[in-house]
């Protein structure tokens, strides 16, 4: 009941935000802008500008053809020089919708103009915006009907459907701006290698097209996308095209903020779905779209750095680049070897260290990682330390913490990151062949910090740390209520899976969603340490009020239902506010 009045409350505002823009319009037109004298100027034999603003020759015309509704809006894709439409236009064209007796797509001429419309410079911001404010849109494709107003109570998405459909295409839109290269750099450089852009257009359109009727959007949206591939006469490349972005429009996404993309075996799986090249550039444009028109809270730079190095992963993978796990492991260590002979450490010394690292180090990280961990190791395998450094995104750190193995100070450490404001984007839990301890995070400065802020926060952390080091540690146990209203208002129930690996035994993914709070990992892995479940590694996905956070986990006990059971239960009675 809530849903349906919020959209029809919605669905009201619409039409009266359309009704006082006609009247303010007639008013500008009646007092303010247009001199008396001025005349009508021809556009063709349907439809002339007063001042900036189309205007129809026969007031029939729509009535008559609905067709030419579009022609209007494909007049106004082209000329620059219109900036919106006259008042006893805007009239008629509310008449003309309301006695439609078909949608404009089973109308021929109409369906030809809307794809020629979508192919051109602009399509979106004058053509597809303004169909959609004037409910256009609405009436010629009747799918677009279901969307309107629909709201999404889920603590991330912070507009109804229709409207972050209209921001993801207009998102779309500024990647062929190169004013928009500072901002996405990658995106720009890819949109021009798209052979037909229109179809990530329509893609865009049908993404979510499928959200409140139940069950599974994506999927029941490639019928939808399909339909209209087949009214609209797209090729089967086309149309298969479009049902796959449709169908996985979420798949770059949620590889890249759950899974271990440093994995090769990660990337083969992802490229295994994905298939081509260009189909990875037309989701990399999309995903990117996609999370810019969700919510202005969710997107930073971190995020930007997920998704580019998996489409630079996949990239190479799809080049020919090597993707066995043992030949990527051999070549990290080689090329590790060549740079610390290069740094002065001789062939002894470096055999120490890859004793005591043991050889699955160089499958669990990547190269970067690998070559800035090592010349902190190698002088001393026995010597506990810490090392910080600024990640891909200027506002988060990389912080690597090397000591002997006790209980529960992965759960510690955490809290120490809590305590000291910053968000935990990923973690990378390693004991080494010796019982050390090698933990990676990538953790985020407080939002609206500056150089100033990073600068006293970090050195904050770097004091904790070493503290922990010398076995100082304060055990921050307060209570972490949802501090936000929002959150306190649409509360959501935490999901919790676990799903084995059917190759190798003892392993397990948990994906949990819950409502977000300070020390929420801090808590989560305190729980694994009590059934003792070793942690492998964390994938932290913020999404504004709401974490989608993936584990990676070794326990056999989790072989057993029961076990699984117990641990959700504990599991979920944490994660309930």
């Given amino acids: 009941p809530v849903e349906h009045m919020m959209k029809d409350f919605f669905r009201v505002t619409r039409r009266v935000t359309e009704l006082n823009q006609m009247l303010l319009q007639l008013f500008d037109e009646a007092i303010l802008a247009l001199d008396t004298s001025e005349k009508p100027r021809p556009l063709d034999d349907d439809f002339q500008l007063r001042g900036t603003l189309i205007d129809l020759r026969d007031d029939k015309l729509f009535i008559r053809e609905p067709q030419a509704i579009l022609r209007m809006f494909y007049m106004m894709v082209r000329n620059r020089e219109i900036t919106g439409i006259y008042s006893t236009t805007l009239r008629h064209l509310r008449h003309a919708r309301r006695h439609l007796n078909e949608p404009l797509c089973y109308i021929p001429e109409a369906r030809e103009l809307f794809l020629v419309m979508l192919r051109h410079p602009g399509a979106v911001s004058r053509g597809l915006v303004p169909m959609h404010r004037h409910s256009v849109l609405w009436a010629y494709m009747p799918q677009w009907s279901h969307i309107v107003g629909q709201m999404q109570f889920d603590l991330f998405h912070a507009y109804t459907v229709d409207e972050h459909t209209i921001r ?273 995070f990538v953790v985020q400065f407080p939002a609206n910090s500056g150089e100033s802020d990073y600068r006293r926060i970090q050195r904050s952390l770097e004091r904790e740390l070493n503290d922990f080091l010398q076995g100082i540690f304060q055990d921050d146990n307060r209570a972490c209520g949802i501090r936000s209203r929002r959150a306190r208002h649409l509360p959501i129930s935490p999901s919790i899976s676990i799903v084995g690996y059917d190759d190798s035994p003892g392993w397990h993914t948990m994906n949990i969603v819950a409502v977000n709070r300070p020390y929420l990992l801090a808590d989560i892995t305190e729980i694994l340490s009590d059934f003792n479940i070793s942690l492998r590694y964390a994938k932290i996905a913020t999404l504004d009020e709401r974490v989608e956070d993936s584990f990676s986990l070794f326990s056999r006990d989790l072989e057993n239902p029961q076990k699984q059971l117990e641990l959700k239960r504990v599991l979920f009675e944490q994660l309930t506010v």
């Fill in 168 to 440: 993801v295409l207009q998102k779309l839109e500024s990647f062929s701006h190169e004013e928009t290269r500072q901002r996405h750099p990658l995106c720009v450089d890819l949109w021009p290698r798209l052979s037909h852009p229109e179809l990530i257009l329509i893609a865009a359109l049908f993404h979510d097209i499928a959200k409140g009727r139940g069950g599974d959007h994506a999927i029941q949206g490639i019928a939808d996308a399909r339909q209209f591939a087949a009214d609209h006469f797209m090729n089967e490349e086309d149309s298969d095209l479009l049902a796959w972005l449709v169908e996985d429009h979420l798949l770059m996404s949620l590889t890249a903020q759950k899974e271990d993309t440093q994995n090769p075996d990660v990337i083969k799986r992802f490229c295994e779905r994905v298939k081509t090249p260009q189909r990875l550039r037309a989701l990399y444009l999309l995903t990117v779209a996609d999370i810019r028109g969700t919510n202005p809270k969710i997107w930073n730079s971190w995020k930007a750095s997920l998704l580019e190095n998996l489409f630079n992963s996949a990239n190479r993978y799809f080049s020919g680049g090597e993707s066995n796990r043992a030949v990527i492991a051999s070549q990290r260590q080689m090329n590790a070897m060549d740079a610390l002979t290069d740094a002065g450490y001789d062939a002894k010394q470096q055999r120490r260290l890859w004793q005591a690292l043991g050889p699955a180090y160089f499958v669990r990280h990547e190269e970067n990682e690998i070559l800035w961990h090592l010349p902190q190791l190698i002088d001393d395998v026995e010597l506990s330390r810490i090392a910080i450094r600024r990640y891909d995104a200027p506002n988060t750190l990389q912080v690597m913490v090397y000591m002997p193995n006790t209980d529960r100070l992965f759960t510690r450490l955490c809290r120490i990151f809590s305590h000291q404001g910053l968000d935990i984007m990923a973690a990378r839990a390693f004991v080494t062949e010796h019982n050390y301890i090698l933990d990676t």
